[in-house]
């Protein structure tokens, strides 16, 4: 049984700790509203680019000689995996969530004759499919240093994406990352990266039976536009992929650290309800003490 000057340590102890997570719950909570509202902001854009490529797709009618970033190279024997997680930790199961999807499709792939190379982002991914994949790992990219994520921090991998497909490293990219749905939700997905992956109906199509659908005039050519497109495209889902994740690492942490003050708040309270009993009992034991001897003289 521990003694009451270990019980009052602990509760010491506890109660620092509670100190801790309440400050980066409130931490988080500031941070979450500017992450949100940058993750929120840019899926329209993000959406308005798969439209306007499925109309170039479209405008096209099949053409020989159509990017491979659009079209692909005709196998998929090699898969390129981007992985983005959080440079840090004490945020639930924000990082492990996306780390586990990315590892299931890698087992799925591994399985079925594929090749798989992995690109970490951020060293919390990295830490997690080290232990088993440490082999096809080709890279991490760290960002402890970026205060505020970037359209440049998504153009470097960007660039570096397109330097490896261009020199026929990979077939099929993929990138993870965890959507942002609310505080306590955070959906971790998976998007095909190249071959683009447009969508089967564009908002052109949609318009037609309001009689809104517009015409398009490309200038210069559809294939010079699409070419410069696609490229900008890839950078474009990475920096959806990167806000979104920052969005949900700080409602992911925010959650976590409320979750753990009231667990501190919990426990400090079982401790100094069994530090009372105890004190309670000592100061009892005394006293019979006392009166046992004062009974005996």
Excluded at 42 to 63: C, D, I, Q
Excluded at 216 to 225: F, L, R, T, V
């Amino acid at each position: 049984m521990p003694s009451l000057k270990d019980l009052k340590n602990r509760i010491a102890s506890v109660t620092a700790t509670r100190k801790i997570t309440k400050a980066m719950q409130m931490v988080a909570a500031a941070k979450l509203r500017r992450a949100q509202e940058a993750a929120t902001a840019s899926r329209p854009y993000t959406e308005r680019m798969n439209a306007v490529l499925a109309n170039l797709n479209k405008a096209m009618g099949g053409r020989e000689g159509v990017s491979p970033l659009l079209a692909g190279t005709g196998s998929d024997q090699t898969h390129l995996l981007v992985v983005m997680t959080a440079e840090r930790g004490l945020c639930g199961g924000f990082n492990g969530n996306i780390a586990r999807k990315a590892r299931a499709d890698i087992l799925r792939l591994q399985k079925s004759g594929k090749t798989v190379k992995v690109i970490c982002v951020g060293r919390k991914g990295y830490d997690v499919l080290r232990r088993e994949f440490d082999h096809i790992i080709m890279e991490t990219i760290v960002l402890r240093d970026v205060k505020q994520i970037g359209f440049s921090n998504a153009e470097e991998i960007g660039a570096k994406v397109l330097g490896l497909f261009d020199a026929g490293e990979f077939d099929i990219c993929t990138i993870y990352f965890s959507e942002f749905r609310s505080v306590i939700a955070q959906v971790p997905t998976a998007q095909q990266l190249i071959p683009a992956s447009l969508p089967e109906e564009d908002e052109a199509a949609k318009d037609e039976d309001n009689k809104l659908a517009p015409i398009y005039e490309y200038e210069p050519d559809e294939d010079a536009i699409l070419g410069y497109l696609l490229k900008r495209n890839i950078s474009t889902q990475i920096f959806r992929g990167l806000l979104e994740n920052s969005a949900s690492e700080q409602g992911a942490r925010m959650t976590a650290m409320d979750n753990a003050t009231r667990n501190a708040g919990d426990m400090i309270e079982r401790l100094t309800i069994e530090f009372n009993r105890q004190r309670q009992a000592q100061i009892t034991t005394e006293l019979i003490e006392i009166i046992s001897g004062a009974e005996a003289l």
